[in-house]
């Protein structure tokens, strides 16, 4: 009797601990598989547009500062400058017009009866002063010619019995005055183996004037004249100053008498070998 109690709670045992072993392994099977750590805890990002290529805008990243200056009552001042398309003459005025409301006056005589229309033709100005006014008569020729705005470069020459052409000088002009009719200047030269860098250009001379500069060539006698553009004759000359070699200084001093204008031409010349007048150079200055 107590072998079989034994053995009946023996067997009892064995139920139960199975039963407990069953129900362990079907609650693992029926669980849900661990999600990996931090998964579960962050949202996935919603994209925007500015995270990747910002995207320009016309207003500043920084607030701009406020002025702490009272705004002003009063109007901006009137500017110095010329008006657009308003012509500044820079230049002494040489020839032939001796200031801006001369030449001005000619506009109006050229618009109501087409009196004098070479003024409007920088080659045609270039010779007449060099002929004309000058009084280099075999000085006949416009060797080249370069007009960039209400500038020219002209150059004026000679030709020789074999047909061969000079260039005596090369005639700087300027346009002067208002308007597309406005006429041209003679204002200088620019020099070349016979130059006039004595007085200085538009600097203040009296008289006696000293006139100076270099030359190149042989057995030159260089003329220095003082001209003024009302009156057709030279105010004061001297002949001659003998130079000659490469590049070499001349310079000689010259009396004149007369001037009226507010701007003298000082010239200088050379010449006798081909042509009575082979070179020429000129400057302007200011009467003092």
Known sequence: MTDQRLGWQAGMTLATVTMILLAGCSGDQGAPDPTPSGSATQPTPTPTTGTSTPVPTTTPSTPPRTSTTPPSTTPPPTPTTSAPGRRVFRYPAAWPFTSEAR????????RSGGHQPWHLDAAETALAFTQGFLGFKDIKLITSRSIRGDEAHVGVGYQIDTGR??????????????GKDAPWQVVGTRD??????????????????TAGGRITGVDEAIRIEVRQASTSAPLGTLCCVPAGGERTPWSGRVTYRGAT??????????????ADIERFAITAVRRS
């Open 103 to 110: 030449a001005a006056d000619w506009q109006r005589s050229y």
């Open 261 to 274: 204008d507010p701007v003298l031409l000082v010239v200088a010349s050379a010449g006798g070998h081909n």
């Open 192 to 209: 070349t183996d016979l130059s006039l860098t004595a007085p200085r250009y538009g600097a203040t001379a009296g008289s006696p004037l």
């Open 165 to 178: 052409k000079f260039t005596a000088a090369v005639v700087h002009l300027a346009r002067i005055g208002q």
